[in-house]
């Protein structure tokens, strides 16, 4: 009997390290892919956007491009119809610029969050938020990942705006992203393409 205790009490403690170093694992993995995310002085790729209003839903194929002391540029590639839309954002100031396109599709939360201004957020978070949990995570598509929550220190999980990105372990770069309010995902984004400098 003492055997069987003994023996249950030891399995206990392993899966209680083994889940204690994974959780340590992810929260190193995330400090060091934003280290690296800080220390890079310029980054491009292409990205697909979801951005679900409940009534309609949106979806876009973004290309972007950011420098550390320079400008961030999105250019809208998908829909054809809204092809070549381009918004800047320099020193605080965002122009966007069109031939004979709107890309006015609205706020999504009270604190101005449209679709072009994910990857801007998305970076924003992923460089400077506060990382609330972190988890190592196995995607559909069998890539291991990273999983990093960031939200507010003072908000409980599901309340207030939070964001949702996953690295890849091996590469350190991101896969995909979610923007909520209130625990609804109002944008998701898929990197199509990430390269940084």
């Known amino acids: 009997m003492r055997r069987c205790v003994a ?3 030891m399995m206990l403690l392993c899966l209680l390290t083994a889940c204690g170093q994974g959780e340590s694992q992810g929260e190193e993995l995330a400090l060091q ?4 995310l ?3 002085a310029s980054c491009s790729g292409e990205m697909e956007v979801v951005a679900d209003y409940g009534d309609r839903v949106y979806d876009f194929v973004l290309d972007f ?3 550390k002391d320079g400008n961030t540029v999105l250019t809208v590639v998908n829909p054809d119809m809204l092809q070549g839309i381009t918004m800047t954002i320099e020193q605080g100031e965002t122009m966007l610029t069109y031939d004979g396109a709107s890309l006015e599709t609205g706020q999504l939360s009270a604190d101005g969050l449209s679709p ?3 990857f801007p957020t998305i970076l924003s978070q992923m460089m400077e938020g506060y990382i609330a949990e972190t988890a190592i995570e196995t ?4 890539t291991e990942t990273v999983h990093v929550c960031i939200r507010d220190p003072e908000q409980t999980q599901g309340t207030g705006s939070e964001t949702n990105i996953w690295f890849d372990t091996s590469t350190h770069l991101p896969v ?3 923007l909520s309010t209130d625990g609804y995902t109002v944008i998701r984004c898929d990197f199509l393409s990430f390269t940084m400098e």
């Open 65 to 67: 491009s950011y420098e």
């Open 116 to 118: 072009i201004s994910a």
């Open 7 to 9: 023996g249950a009490l």
């Open 176 to 178: 995909q992203a979610e």
């Open 33 to 36: 892919i934003r280290t690296e």
């Open 139 to 142: 995607l559909s598509n069998e």
């Open 38 to 40: 800080i220390a890079m």
